[in-house]
């Protein structure tokens, strides 16, 4: 069964950074578009960068540009996404997903999910 394993979350002060890490077992991350989706309380689930397969394509959401960068590492089947200048309003639970899709704006998009991790920033 394919399993995607986040870690790297945290409780920390505003304008610090966090690197998040999703690992892929029983995948061949290489073949999908992976994303980085978060979710708030009470709100919907948004992307917040993606990355092609072959890692030529990134997008990001408009509220983490020149903040957050997405990168992969195909071999170790690895994701990343560094979060740099943190604010309050980043506080969610971080999901990587996996998308055969290229590009891969919307959760529906998506096939694969891991459990998520928490980011938690304070002011």
């Known amino acids: 069964q394919v399993q995607l394993v986040e870690s790297g979350g945290g409780l920390v002060q505003a304008g610090v950074s966090l690197r998040l890490s999703c690992v892929g077992s029983r995948i061949t991350f290489s073949r999908y578009t992976v994303g980085w989706f978060r979710q708030a309380p009470g709100k919907e689930r948004e992307i917040v960068a993606a990355?092609?397969?072959?890692?030529?394509?990134?997008y990001y959401a408009d509220s983490v540009k020149g903040r957050f960068t997405i990168s992969r590492d195909n071999p170790k089947n690895t994701v990343y996404l560094q979060m740099n200048s943190l604010n309050p309003e980043d506080t969610a639970v971080y999901y990587c997903?996996?998308?055969?899709?290229?590009?891969?704006?919307?959760?529906?998009?998506?096939?694969?999910w891991g459990q998520g991790t928490q980011v938690t920033v304070s002011s």
């Open positions: 997903a996996a998308s055969w899709a290229t590009p891969a704006m919307g959760v529906s998009e998506y096939n694969y």
């Open positions: 990355i092609t397969s072959d890692g030529g394509r990134l």
